[in-house]
């Protein structure tokens, strides 16, 4: 069920009730223009990837700053975006299940869709669901590039695969998905550079394989805010998936560029503001931000510029924080901003986000996408 929104445009910061989903705008402005000048000289259009965000307002400010469009995880995702008038999405990942299918056809008629196979079983169940509703549906190939995931093999398997989308009077080949998801974290660059060269090379491969049987490869597309700076320098990648660009998090906030450095691409731009609900003394100070407000998977949240306290547990309803000293203790009632080590599924813990301004509320923006699992 929706909750009310925790703010109203005009409030103070700390006026917001907690926990609640906060944006800096202008950090999050920043990194949606920096992305747009890092990738223009690059002939790269940027695809973002909406399971970040979930937002149709969000996807409409990438557009318009030249995104070429969004891509999702998850059929209900692309409704959601679709029927917030975005028109070009891609779900990079296969969907199985007739219903499943049946609604990506359905969404054809209103919006350009398309969907990722690594299989021959895919392809014919994309297939019938695209003749049943009488529309016909761009098939992107997934290709393995190291991720151990989802993805067929690179070279003669995937150009065979092609060969079977584009004979069909209901598909159209649309290209390849090749995204590397764990090289987004490898902490050194040239970690990060070593597991893309092998991506570029498979997919390079794969490609030239494909225009000698013939085929064009329309779209060659992966990368994200880790790597995407890699692949789009590649000459062989021409659409970029990132996501957690627009609001970072502290596990990207890891990753270190030539001088063993924190990159410094993007801005820290979401929250989740809490509130300190409980002093008991013994350097402990106790939040209202516990598992259910913030994701703890890819490590705990940072507080944000109070260098004195850490976050060290979390349990459903509590956050507990441990102070360095007496005079670094935070207050009862006061309002601490917390950097989530995971941003994607930290938004999908809320309705709304809050976008903040110089100390004051702007804007109230809904998870529309929140929960879409299926």
């Known amino acids: ?175 390849i998905q090749a995204y590397h998801g764990p090289a987004q974290h490898m902490r050194t660059v040239e970690e990060r550079r070593s597991l893309i060269a092998g991506a570029v090379d498979a997919s390079r491969r794969t490609v030239e394989q494909l225009r000698q049987q013939g085929l064009d490869c329309p779209i060659v597309g992966g990368g994200g805010t880790g ?36 990159v410094s691409t993007f801005r820290n731009a979401l929250f989740v503001l809490s509130t300190v609900m409980s002093v008991p003394g013994g350097g402990v100070a106790m939040i209202d931000c516990g598992h259910k407000g913030v994701a703890v998977d890819s490590g705990m949240p940072h507080v944000w510029k109070r260098p004195g306290i850490r976050y060290t547990g979390a349990s459903d309803e509590h956050g507990k924080l441990e102070v360095a000293s007496e005079s670094e203790s935070p207050k009862l009632g006061e309002k601490l901003r917390l950097v989530p080590g995971h941003c994607d599924p930290t938004v999908d813990r809320h309705d709304w986000y809050v976008g903040v301004r110089g100390g004051r509320v702007e804007c109230l923006w809904p998870v529309a996408a929140r929960g879409a699992m299926q």
Request: glycine share 10%.
């Open 227 to 262: 790597t995407f700076a890699i692949e789009a320098a590649s000459g062989v990648y021409n659409e970029i998936q990132g996501g957690s660009y627009v609001f970072m998090d502290a596990d990207y906030g890891r990753n270190k560029d030539e001088n063993g450095a924190p």
């Open 1 to 175: 069920m929706l909750q009310p929104p925790p703010a109203q445009p005009g409030m103070r910061e700390d006026e917001v009730d907690t926990p609640a989903l906060l944006i800096d705008l202008d950090a999050f402005e920043y990194n949606l223009d920096r992305m747009a000048a890092v990738l223009a000289p690059t002939g790269a259009k940027l695809r973002a990837h909406a399971k970040t965000h979930k937002s149709p307002v969000i996807a409409k400010m990438q557009i318009a700053r030249g995104a070429v469009g969004q891509c999702v995880q998850k059929v209900g995702e692309a409704e959601v975006l679709a029927w917030g008038g975005i028109q070009n999405i891609l779900i990079s990942n296969e969907v199985v299940g007739s219903s499943k299918l049946r609604r990506l056809a359905a969404l054809a008629r209103i919006a350009d869709v398309a969907v990722c196979a690594d299989s021959l079983a895919h392809v014919e169940a994309i297939e019938a669901a695209a003749a049943d509703a009488g529309v016909r549906l761009p098939v992107l190939v997934e290709i393995d590039v190291g991720a151990g995931r989802c993805g067929i093999a690179a070279g003669p398997e995937a150009v065979a695969l092609a060969q079977r989308i584009a004979g069909s009077k209901h598909l159209r080949f649309g290209g």
